[in-house]
């Protein structure tokens, strides 16, 4: 009989947690944004997992290596390339499929570790206040004022071609500023309200004070600023890749802008600058509109009034 | 009430100060003084008024008590023994003991937690127990509390709650420790009259079943007499008047507790209605000193010779009743005077 109490209790619990989602899915889907931003990252996606698919048909199809052995020059798109080759007769089509799997590992991996150490950082800022705050503040400011692709491009200048790890380490490196700002500035408001105070009261320590009340208040904001930071993040690689900076190993879309230019067919061959260009504009308008559309979960206060209900 | 029960809590003497925060060269610091030298007990079983307007020092004094601040001056005594100061485990210990109701129920509860979790916070933090039991033991404090069926308040957020049924979650929070003592400190200021009617009935079941003393702090002078046995007024962190509710409501002899009377609602024409005309319309200026009466600026009583001079005594106005004003009398209150609303700076 008490197996069965504590059994539907936690079918109760989970039951809570499906609600919530679903709640908040509604949300989401409700506006217009977040379902554009979501089919066209979904779109993406599919592409970068596709990328696998035409080196396995031919090698000729391999982004960076793979060679048609009767094109010389670059070619408009045809049965055989859809989107034509570029100057080495290598697939377009390939290489953009390629540059949106780099793209996600860029932009999602930058951002991830931005904003744990942007999170983790505001959060000890805000709750240990003094000198701690001011501290890590004053370096966060520091490191907010210095341009980042500025900065990035002086070390691929001194230090030769930079890997790919190394450039999305140091995006990382300079963008959690902003994170860390606004987690504070939350946590700063959390620690004032009289929830933390009955915790106190609850007996709870600091640590759980830290982990179980703020933590989960924080999150969900730390989670949308990551989302703006990958639209940061691949802006900034493609820029480092297009100026001749970038990983000479990967195939990238700024990397492929960059050989479009490289070798003078800028306006010469739209077959081959549109594609990266608008894959890079896409998906950064794609992950924005994410961002919108989770702020509006996220907050109530911009919830359309409407359909509230 | 009998006087002979044994004192559960004792605050002596306790000062507490705010600094205000001045400019960079640190000009312009303000210092508030919250409490000023208070001293009060509360007997063991009892539920304890505190009175007084916003700003008075009620709240600062609830947050002294449970350990949320600490005094800059004086002693808190629980039980005999001196609270303050108290750290890690000792601190832990203390709060099996006494718990908090806060005034906001929309604020009090993390927003992220489910009730279950929340109410069953303390039961995990305390080690008192934990899984299936805890859950149990919340389930059975909130049909303590009057929320029933529990398991379908259990797992829901707060945010799907309404503010009475929040309050009676936060009861359930506060007791499910079976501290002997419960600090409330406004529970009903956010909630309509019909609410509050039913948050005294459970705080007056608290007592009554627990044998918890209750420490009910409040603007309202009217619940203050439903629910309370003893009540102090206090005024801008000074004690004005303490003694037996009844008593101290029916037949109040400080001028600020006479102000409050006045302030109360009431139906009727406005000259029908007795009144004490104790409050000055404006403020006066300051007492220089600073030592006088600490409520020299708006008594309608007042003389500048005296009352800004000289801090007045507490004195007996009967059983257990004690005033801290110069011109208090024992004997009945003159409350006759109707007409006039307000008297004159």
């Excluded at chain 2, 627990?210 to 002078?221: C, D, E, K």
């Amino acid at each position: 009989m008490n197996q069965q109490a504590a059994m539907d209790l936690r079918q109760a619990r989970r039951s809570l947690w499906r609600e919530r989602l679903a709640e908040d899915w509604r949300v989401f889907r409700r506006n217009p944004l977040g379902r554009i931003g979501l089919t066209l990252l979904i779109m993406f996606g599919l592409m970068a997992v596709c990328s696998y698919i035409p080196p396995m048909i031919n090698p000729m199809y391999n982004p960076m290596t793979g060679v048609d052995p009767h094109i010389m020059a670059s070619t408009g798109p045809s049965a055989r390339h859809w989107l034509g080759t570029d100057f080495m007769g290598r697939d377009i089509f390939a290489q953009l499929l390629a540059g949106a799997r780099v793209a996600f590992m860029v932009g999602v991996s930058a951002a991830f570790m931005a904003v744990v150490l942007g999170t983790a950082l505001g959060m000890t800022a805000g709750y240990m206040g003094g000198l701690t705050d001011t501290l890590l503040m004053r370096a966060a400011d520091m490191i907010m004022v210095m341009p980042t692709l500025l900065v990035v491009l002086m070390l691929a200048a001194l230090f030769g071609q930079l890997n790919i790890w190394t450039i999305v380490l140091m995006i990382a490196l300079f963008r959690w500023p902003g994170v860390s700002r606004v987690v504070r500035a939350q946590t700063l408001s959390l620690k004032q309200r009289p929830f933390i105070d009955a915790a106190r009261v609850a007996g709870a320590s600091h640590p759980r004070i830290i982990f179980r009340h703020i933590m989960p208040n924080v999150l969900p904001l730390a989670f949308l600023y990551m989302t703006f930071r990958v639209t940061s993040a691949i802006v900034i690689e493609a820029a480092l890749a297009f100026l001749g900076f970038g990983d000479p190993g990967t195939v990238s879309w700024g990397m492929m802008l960059q050989w479009v230019w490289k070798t003078g067919h800028m306006f010469q061959a739209m077959y081959w600058l549109l594609p990266p260009g608008l894959c890079i504009s896409l998906i950064t308008l794609s992950f924005y509109m994410l961002g919108r559309a989770m702020d509006e979960v996220l907050d109530p206060r911009l919830r359309d009034e409407t359909s509230a209900g | 009430m009998s006087s002979a029960q044994e004192t559960i809590l004792e605050l002596r003497q306790v000062t507490k100060r705010y600094q205000t925060r001045g400019n960079i060269l640190g000009r312009g610091k303000k210092e508030v003084l919250a409490l000023n030298r208070i001293s009060l007990q509360v007997r063991a079983g009892e539920i304890f008024g505190l009175v007084g307007e916003s700003g008075s020092g009620k709240t600062t004094a609830g947050r002294l008590i449970v350990g949320l601040e600490k005094p800059d001056e004086g002693g808190i005594f629980l039980n005999g023994q001196d609270i303050v100061g108290l750290q890690g485990k000792a601190l832990r210990r203390y709060r099996r003991q006494v718990q908090m109701v806060f005034q906001d129920p929309y604020q009090s509860f993390n927003p992220q937690v489910s009730i279950m979790d929340s109410v069953g916070e303390p039961l995990l933090t305390q080690g008192v127990a934990k899984g299936v039991e805890r859950e149990q033991m919340v389930l059975a404090a909130l049909k303590e509390a009057g929320l029933s069926p529990a398991e379908s308040y259990a797992f829901r957020f707060p945010h799907q709650l309404s503010g009475g049924q929040r309050q009676r979650v936060a009861i359930a929070r506060a007791m499910i420790l079976e501290p002997s003592l419960l600090v409330a400190d406004e529970p009903t200021s956010m909630l309509d009259a019909s609410y509050s009617a039913q948050i005294f009935d459970l705080l007056l079941g608290v007592r009554g079943r627990l044998g918890a003393t209750v420490l009910f702090i409040t603007h309202s002078l009217a619940s203050a007499r439903y629910l309370c046995d003893r009540v102090a007024v206090i005024y801008r962190g000074n004690l004005m008047e303490i003694g037996p509710a009844q008593e101290v409501i029916r037949n109040p002899r400080h001028p600020y507790t006479q102000a409050l009377l006045d302030a109360t609602p009431k139906f009727g024409r406005c000259e029908d209605i007795p009144r004490f005309n104790t409050l000055l319309r404006a403020e006066r200026p300051a007492a220089d000193s600073g030592v006088g009466c600490g409520f020299f600026r708006r008594c309608g009583l007042a003389q500048r010779a005296r009352c800004s001079m000289e801090a007045p005594e507490f004195r007996a106005m009967g059983e257990g009743h004690l005033c801290a004003c110069h011109y208090a009398e024992p004997g009945p209150a003159q409350a006759d005077q109707g007409g006039e609303c307000h008297l004159g700076a």
